[in-house]
Antibody, heavy 119, light 114 residues
């Protein structure tokens, strides 16, 4: 069974940093593309970042480019999102999600971790 | 960038009756490999999204056959043949054809029981 478990969310002040983690199991993580998708309260999902299976290809949404960094550790079956210079508009539930079909689709999502940016 | 729209945004339905949700894209979603990367997700209250349909019309494993997807090009539809109480939630379409830069979601359609 595919499982994705996010952690690391919490309350942070504007301008602060957080590092999110996603522990993967039930599939061959090292062969899977991965994504981070966020969902602000009462809003629809917003894709924010992609990383290829090897980590050699990375993409970001314009809304987080230059502030967030995606990475992975295939030996640990883990995905990460380093978030710097956080803003109030970054407040959301952050999901890791598995990419499939060569990266052109998403199938499984984790349960999410809440990030709140407020003073 | 590709813009995804959905209608209606709110859909009250009677148990046992059919429901239909429309999703439109601002550009054709047919990719150069011939596939159309249009997915449908269900998000029940308090839960994370669950994929129902991939590549327009393929049901994911475990998805009841009362859910069906159809469409082509820029115009797509999710149908529920007979709505059950567990179908309450928000339904999103998502395109993956025009990426990078990234996946694009529709605004969502909230389905609830009359």
């Amino acid at each position: 069974e595919v499982q994705l478990v996010e952690s690391g969310g919490g309350l942070v002040q504007p301008g602060g940093s957080l590092r999110l983690s996603c522990a993967a199991s039930g599939f061959t993580f090292s062969k899977s593309e991965m994504n981070w998708v966020r969902q602000a309260p009462g809003k629809g999902p917003e894709w924010i970042s992609y990383i290829s299976s090897s980590g050699s290809t990375i993409y970001y949404a314009d809304s987080v480019k230059g502030r967030f960094t995606i990475s992975r550790d295939n030996a640990e079956n883990s995905l990460y999102l380093q978030m710097n210079s956080l803003r109030a508009e970054d407040t959301a539930v952050y999901y890791c999600a598995r990419g499939v079909s060569g990266g052109w689709e998403i199938d499984y999502w984790g349960q999410g971790t809440l990030v709140s940016v407020s003073s | 960038d590709v813009v995804m729209t959905q209608s209606p945004l709110s859909l009250p339905v009677t148990l046992g009756q059919p429901a239909s949700i429309s999703c439109r894209s601002s550009q054709s979603l047919v990719y150069s490999d011939g596939n159309t990367y249009l997915n449908w997700f269900q998000q029940r209250p308090g839960q994370s999204p669950r994929r129902l349909i991939y590549k327009v019309s393929n049901r994911d494993s475990g998805v009841p056959d009362r859910f069906s997807g159809s469409g082509s090009g820029t115009d797509f539809t999710l149908k529920i043949s007979r709505v059950e109480a567990e179908d309450v939630g928000v339904y999103y379409c998502m395109q993956g054809t025009h990426w990078p830069p990234g996946f694009t979601f529709g605004p969502g359609t909230k389905v609830d029981i009359k």
